[in-house]
């Protein structure tokens, strides 16, 4: 009886992992407009997927304290297709919250922001983890 329990546990873990989105995991964003960059953790909310800022980083990658650890920068993101990802990101530089694309290409995402009309690329973010 315990076999068959731990079984059914052990595919309804793994099950769980098959499904999650390839944006899921942790990402290193591109530097940002003062040379600092920092590290995004992605996971679902609801029915979409949010990025929070889990560690900051300076120029020389020596971890800083932020303001913003813990702080939503990416919000109402969903899928697309084809790698493609739309939502809201948030840029701590400027203080300011933009519509965004994401492009998914393996272990790399290419990060742009537009308001009002205008658009901007944010880099490309590395995956972590």
């Known amino acids: 009886m ?16 098959a499904n999650a989105d390839p944006l899921e995991g942790i990402w290193q964003t591109a530097k940002d407009d003062n040379g600092n960059f920092g590290f995004v953790q992605v996971a679902p909310c609801g ?3 949010c990025g929070r800022l889990i560690k900051s980083f300076d120029t020389d990658a020596n971890e800083i304290p932020s303001d913003f650890t813990g702080q939503s ?5 969903v899928p697309e297709g084809g790698g493609a990802y739309s939502g809201k ?9 933009y519509s965004s694309s994401l492009e998914l ?5 290419a990060v742009s922001g537009c308001v009002f009309g205008i658009c901007r690329s944010s880099g490309v973010w590395l995956r972590v983890q």
Do not use: V, Y
Request: charged share 20%.
């Open 2 to 17: 315990k076999k068959r329990m731990m079984t059914a546990i052990a595919a309804i873990c793994l099950a769980g992992a």
């Open 47 to 49: 029915a979409a997927l």
């Open 73 to 77: 920068i990416i919000s109402e993101t």
């Open 89 to 97: 990101i948030f840029s701590p530089d400027r203080g300011k919250t």
């Open 105 to 109: 290409n393996g272990d790399q995402l």
